[in-house]
């Protein structure tokens, strides 16, 4: 059973299978491996050692980093779970809302004091900041002015720890990362969104080479590897990564253009970002938890509360969905909205 604090993932992992329309998943659907030219074999994996330098070795070649900077993990919910494990110890962790729940329910979990603002008069050496690029649940890159401001501290010591997951939607040539932009700057990502692989839990943490040594010791306290198999395909998808890139450029736009046309349809404030999901507010009437649940028993439709991300009276809008669902789900949240406007 999950925590209490866990909501978002309750909800989906708890309605998700009886949804009509899911629109809450974030990451693409899974593909079809052997058809990108993924080796499944367990026999060849088995033939082989060293998955997980191998993997690391990948990482750090499309980052422009050494091996040593590179510490795998289970998945992005581990990474986050040893970043502010070894870095977080003592200090306030400050998170701007709204922000992807686990950036702010594991530093609680954890004992941590919890801020949403950034502006602090906490020394700097006391805090440890948060934040995701693209943001969750906006779907929005963060401001690089903003952004700067917010590194600054740490040339004084403060940690910075960005959440990357959903930036190589912002389709670059090659990933890019807030990495040694600034001292103390430690990022993380998985191979869950963007490549569909969520079944496969493989993450990373990009740190100074210090830094990940410290966050590799709290690791094998935690978890010892990494399956070796799932880093095996997972390093074979970043060899091919140009194939999974055109993948998730095309389900993105197919998607994005039938996001734009319920926007218009509904009046509704939204702005899309990079990220395949975005923050739709309503101002006025239930809770989010309520217009979600209350959206879910009358359609079918299944969305996520706002508040799960600290956004009260709105909900995730996520189009990873395969396009006929996707079109009609969104026709079915188009006419409630119309039939509860008042």
Known sequence: ???????????????????????????????????????????????????????????????????????????????????????GAGRTALVPLPNYGPMFNVPKALGMEVGATLSTTAKAKET???????????????DEEAVETITRPSQHGS????????????????????????????????????????????????????????????????SGHDSEYSLWIAAQVLKKRKRFVERARLIRSRNISLVRKFIEETGLPVELGAAPFCLVRYGRGPSSVEFATALFEKTGVLVSPGDFFGAPRAFRLCFTAEEEALRAGLGELSGYLRRTSK
């Open 1 to 87: 059973m999950r925590p209490a604090n866990d909501r978002l993932f309750s909800w989906i992992l708890g309605l998700g299978p009886k949804a009509r329309y899911n629109l809450t998943s974030s990451g693409l659907g899974e593909p079809d491996l052997r058809a990108m030219g993924i080796d499944t074999s367990f026999e060849r994996f088995a033939a082989e050692r060293d998955h997980e330098q191998i993997f690391a070795k990948e990482v750090a070649s499309l980052y422009h980093v050494e091996p040593q900077n590179i510490v795998p993990t289970n998945g992005g919910s581990e990474a986050i779970f040893l970043v502010y494990s070894v870095l």
């Open 159 to 222: 940690p910075v720890f960005i959440n990357e997951t959903y930036r190589e939607f912002t389709f670059p040539e090659a990933p890019r990362t807030h990495f040694a932009r600034a001292e103390n700057i430690v990022v993380c990502s998985t191979m869950t969104k963007f490549y569909g692989l969520g079944r496969l839990r493989v993450g990373w943490v990009i740190a100074d080479k210090a830094t990940a040594q410290k966050i590799l010791y709290a690791k094998w306290a935690v």
């Open 128 to 142: 440890i900041f948060g934040l995701t690029d693209p943001n969750n649940p906006t779907g929005l890159s963060l």
